[in-house]
């Protein structure tokens, strides 16, 4: 179906150079979305994995280890996508106080993600509605220290800025100019709320996205904060319990097609094309989350049994392998406090643990050394 452009360009006459932005049209597109056999296949394709995915609280005894994990894996992928360095073995040592590997500023930026995903999560618990303000609010605990604490904190853009180039003049793309955002936030917010009309939900969170990032309304973090709407907008919609899908490891895999596809809605009115990937992404991502939860369970289990074939007297290691489950990157001390016994039987625990290759030292110190569960991490890391 012929669209044409999905908004209007406004030449913006600044005496350095001028420039044309781009001011998007109030969703939902007109004419609406051309619904075919293709399409209702994927949704359902995507609402059924989806469901799978939200049935894991039924097979995992401990659902809160499988989040907790999974949000930091996000954290770590979206913020990849803005160009940190730091991975989850960075962040989990930075959360036990160690050295990361990295530059402090990369794995804090994680580590504020972190922190952006589970108040957003509390908020949304306790029954806050999904608006501007909370979504002003989760920028402020994204941007709270680090790279970007400068760039406004949870404060709606009050200058230009662009995607790409030096400069406006030669960006790949330049949202609205200031006097605009709150204009086109207001009609986003609406039609979040289901005015002018009622929409699916994933159908929704898929025009949403492409919105809120031509829209562009931060100085910085947009891009993470358009990705997290997604998840919070499920749980927010009751399509799921608790925030388990994340998209940014498939935009990243399908990077080009993904900046390709937003320009397309932009330009042509691709809306079809657009939901068609991002409805492939949702079906992708909830499969592998849940076969990775099944994994980890499994694996968990396994390496639990084997603990109990070593004999009687394996039960501090036992209380140890549960607490790893949560903590796979640790030292002794940290071990020690957390547990409520002494180095020496943190130590002893361990030399249960390694002839069965449950666990690695992997600093090389002879003080303050840094322990991994090995077997859990490499599930994670896949």
Excluded at 165 to 174: I, K, T, Y
Excluded at 220 to 242: F, H, S, W
Excluded at 266 to 273: A, L, M, P, S, Y
Excluded at 316 to 330: E, G, I, N, S
């Amino acid at each position: 179906m012929k669209r044409g452009m999905q908004g209007r360009e406004w030449l913006q006459r600044v005496p350095e150079e001028p420039f044309r932005a781009f001011i998007p049209h109030p969703l939902p597109p007109e004419p609406p979305l051309v619904w075919d056999t293709t399409m209702s296949d994927a949704l359902e394709r995507a609402n059924r994995a989806l469901g799978r995915l939200d049935g894991l609280s039924l097979l995992l005894p401990d659902l809160s280890l499988f989040l907790y994990y999974y949000v930091r894996k996000e954290a770590v992928l979206s913020s990849q996508i803005e160009g940190t360095q730091s991975s989850l073995s960075d962040l989990l040592l930075f959360e036990s106080e160690e050295m990361p590997g990295v530059p402090l500023n990369d794995v804090r930026e994680v580590s504020n993600y972190v922190a952006a995903v589970n108040y957003a999560s509390d908020r949304i618990a306790k029954g806050d509605p999904l608006t501007l303000r909370l979504i002003r609010d989760i920028h402020a605990v994204l941007l709270a220290q680090g790279r970007g604490e400068d760039k406004q904190p949870g404060e709606f853009r009050r200058s230009q800025n662009w995607i790409g180039g030096s400069r406006p003049g030669n960006a790949a793309f330049v949202p609205p100019p200031p006097t605009e955002v709150m204009g086109c936030l207001d009609a986003w917010e609406k039609f979040l709320h289901d005015i002018p009309e009622r929409t699916p939900t994933l159908i929704k969170a898929a025009l949403l996205h492409v919105q809120f990032e031509t829209i562009h309304p931060f100085l910085d973090g947009n891009g993470r904060i358009g990705r997290l709407l997604i998840p919070l907008l499920l749980v927010y919609e009751k399509a799921l319990e608790q925030p388990l899908l994340y998209l940014s490891l498939y935009f990243k895999t399908h990077r080009a097609t993904y900046y390709d596809l937003l320009q397309t809605v932009r330009q042509n009115g691709d809306w079809e094309g657009w939901v068609a990937f991002f409805l492939e992404g949702v079906a992708e991502t909830a499969e592998q989350a849940t076969r990775t939860a099944q994994a980890i369970f499994r694996q968990t289990a396994e390496d639990r049994q084997r603990i109990e074939g070593t004999g009687r007297s394996a039960g501090t290691a036992l209380r140890l392998h549960h607490w790893m489950q949560r903590k796979p990157v640790f030292t002794i001390m940290e071990a020690s406090r957390s547990l409520q016994v002494t180095p020496q039987t943190v130590i002893n625990s361990l030399k249960r643990l390694e002839p069965l290759h449950l666990v690695q030292e992997v600093s090389g110190r002879q003080r303050g050394q840094v322990f991994v569960y090995g077997s859990l991490m490499k599930l994670l890391g896949e």
